[in-house]
């Protein structure tokens, strides 16, 4: 069975400029969960979806946002990208909402010019 | 609010040795623990977690970890470490029934020969 995918795997922008990043989660599993990593803030978690519903939502401004698909497929997208936004994120897939066990993608690096 | 505590960040061990990685949190409500390993450039794994029952939790890789209510700590163990070990350890608490994971600031185990 395949893994949870992220592409692209590295993405260079500029600022100002938007972003969106896509994950596909292991098949069966409905419910996606992004975080983002920097060496300063650390792991963060991003938002939630299960059957296209957004569920739970971290403490990130609204130029963050993300959407689900029927076929669990999850993008997230940011805008007006600062230098901040500079990291590595990672998507989570997992069976179902409030799972006791996620698995992750690989990440998708972030680099803002 | 739950938070997570990763009390070093650091930590250089020689091949064979035991190791221990410690973890305490802080939540109000009941949690689910878990340690996670990343490697460089790759997503996180799971190594283990504590959802009830057993305080002693053993895992994959030969690493096991103790669930200590009274001292909120959930510290990782491994009795012989080898040089593959080296990697950035987290720890992770969430609610039950919910997918959100509350980081540490992560433990950098570096193994030498």
């Known amino acids: 069975k395949a893994g949870v995918t992220q592409t692209p795997r590295y993405l260079i922008k500029t600022r100002g400029q938007q972003v969106t990043l896509s994950c596909s989660p292991i098949s069966g599993h409905r419910s996606v969960s992004w975080y983002q990593q920097t060496p300063g803030q650390g792991l963060q978690f991003l938002f939630e979806?299960?059957?296209?519903?957004?569920?739970n939502k971290g403490n990130f401004p609204g130029r963050f946002s993300g959407r689900q698909f029927s076929n669990s497929r999850s993008e997230m997208n940011v805008s007006t990208l600062e230098l901040g936004d500079s990291a590595l994120y990672l998507c989570?897939?997992?069976?179902?909402?409030?799972?006791?066990?996620?698995?992750f993608g690989p990440g998708t690096r972030l680099t803002v010019l | 609010a739950q938070s997570v505590t990763q009390l070093d960040s650091q930590v250089p061990v020689f091949e064979e040795a035991p190791v221990e990685l410690r973890c305490n949190y802080s939540s109000s409500v009941s949690v689910y623990l878990f340690w996670y390993v990343q490697y460089p450039n790759q997503g996180l794994q799971l190594l283990l977690k504590y959802l009830s029952g057993s305080t002693l939790v053993k895992g994959i890789n030969g690493f096991e970890a103790e669930f200590n209510k009274s001292q909120t700590s959930f510290h990782l163990r491994k009795p012989s470490v080898h040089i593959s070990d080296t990697a950035e350890y987290f720890c992770?608490?969430?609610?039950?029934?919910?997918?959100?994971?509350?980081f540490g600031a992560g433990t950098r185990l570096a193994v030498h020969p």
């Open positions: 992770a608490v969430s609610r039950g029934g919910y997918n959100k994971l509350i």
């Open positions: 989570a897939s997992s069976l179902v909402a409030g799972s006791d066990e996620q698995f």
């Open positions: 979806y299960f059957s296209e519903t957004q569920r």
